[in-house]
């Protein structure tokens, strides 16, 4: 019998993280999921998987979730990355989702440790989990992250000014990773979605998305397991855009 593949999956309590985690379950996956609320331990139930209150942040529970998913299976095939907007609410989009740089905000008004917080959870949650993970999937002959990004990564928008600098930085980490562990088949790719589901989006700023809605979770997590499988074997340190249209820049 093949041995079921596995994957962790943090920011899983709710949005996108628990949609990914509902699309790795349902193409076979044994899920490992990891939240700061409670929220990610009752999807764990529902799908069959193990689940843990705690915050990537954290060296500390990034260590023991990589622990508790080994103990459990044994392996780890595939690592999601996903920061999420904690316990509030989405943003809500009230106008159009267009370049507008009169609504940006002053980027020289941010404080340095505002920019540290963001390095903290836009780049440096996704080094510290590699830091653990990577060692294991050379060990076992292969393995996939992939980073949840934003289209905001390469069109800056208002309200989201730190995200997208950051998310920038990312994408550079994802290069320079993909560069040094292809050979091992060990990839990391980062997945760029537009506004999702549990955003309100006003109707002028749907107008201004080419296919007029916004994204389900699971579009979202389809993307993710395709990265994490060996249908993607040949891609690595990819960013790929799935934001029904919005960025128009060729790049």
């Known amino acids: 019998m093949a041995q079921d593949r596995v994957a962790i999956i943090t920011g899983a309590g709710q949005g996108i993280g628990a949609g990914v985690a509902r699309s790795f379950a349902a193409a076979g996956y044994k899920v490992s999921l990891m939240s700061p609320s409670e929220r990610s331990t009752k999807l764990a139930q529902e799908l069959g998987g193990i689940g843990r209150q705690g915050s990537a942040l954290d060296t500390s529970d990034l260590e023991e979730l990589v ?20 316990g509030g609410a989405a943003p809500s989009v009230t106008t159009s989702t267009v370049f507008d740089p009169g609504t940006f905000p002053d980027p020289l008004a941010f404080r340095d440790d505002d920019w540290h917080r ?18 294991l999937m050379v060990a076992q ?8 990004s934003s289209l905001n990564a390469t069109e800056p928008r208002p309200g989201y000014a730190q995200m997208s ?17 292809a050979a091992q088949n060990v990839r990391m790719n980062n997945v760029m979605p537009g506004y999702c589901e549990n955003v309100a989006m006003a109707e002028s700023a749907l107008r201004s998305i080419p296919m007029a809605r ?38």
Do not use: W
């Open 214 to 251: 916004t994204a389900r979770f699971e579009e979202i997590g389809s993307v993710c397991v395709f990265l994490a499988s060996d249908a993607s074997s040949y891609m690595t340190g990819q960013n790929i855009l799935v934001d029904g249209g919005i960025n128009r820049a060729v790049r």
């Open 141 to 148: 002959g292969g393995g996939a992250f992939v980073n949840i």
């Open 165 to 181: 600098v950051l998310r920038a930085a990312l994408h550079g980490f994802t290069k320079l990773f993909a560069d040094k562990y």
């Open 67 to 86: 622990q508790d998913t080994r103990k459990a299976y044994g392996r780890i095939d595939a690592v999601v990355n996903n920061i999420g907007h904690g």
């Open 118 to 135: 963001a390095l903290d959870m836009y780049v440096l949650n996704v080094v510290r989990i590699a830091r653990l993970v990577t060692p």
